[in-house]
């Protein structure tokens, strides 16, 4: 194995945990079982993603998965890659898979330009990708397909 010492990274955290606000509200809570944190470029490179985002109430809106991912420790924005795996909460729960997904508490979005996959109570939709408000209360799927019947998207 390769120690510590010769990683390129300034700081190598185990157990990391990230809170990211906004006008002094807690948006989301960020949590990775290894962190690279690149000081050059105010990023981190985060292993085993879990991240848990919040509505404007305080309240759990969703909670992604993922098997790593880069955080801007700057802009707090961040990019999730591999298996990730998107739930929301709410009156309308749903589960999104994708290879890749957005994320960023600045302009309140979350997108993926890759393959997704939503799943509901009403329907299974596919798309070359989706774009949607942090609150997930306005959702656009690029070249939509859905099987079961459809799944409604409140727009």
Do not use: C
Request: neutral net charge.
């Amino acid at each position: 194995t390769v120690g510590y010492q010769n990683l390129a990274a300034d700081q190598v955290v185990i157990g990391m945990e990230q809170y990211v606000t906004q006008s002094g509200k807690q948006r989301a809570i960020l949590r990775g079982d290894t962190a690279y944190v690149f000081e050059d470029s105010a990023k981190a490179h985060v292993k085993k993603v879990n991240l848990t985002l919040y509505n404007e109430a305080g309240a759990e809106s969703a909670q992604l998965t993922s098997r790593e991912g880069d955080f801007s420790n700057a802009t707090q924005a961040m990019v999730a890659r591999g298996n990730v795996v998107l739930v929301t909460r709410g009156a309308d729960p749903r589960t999104n898979e994708s290879v890749g997904l957005h994320y960023d508490p600045n302009t309140k979005r979350i997108w993926s330009t890759r393959p997704t996959v939503m799943r509901s109570a009403s329907g299974i939709l596919r798309g070359t990708g989706f774009e949607s408000d942090d609150q997930f209360q306005n959702v656009r799927v690029s070249n939509a397909t859905s099987e079961g019947g459809g799944m409604r998207i409140q727009f």
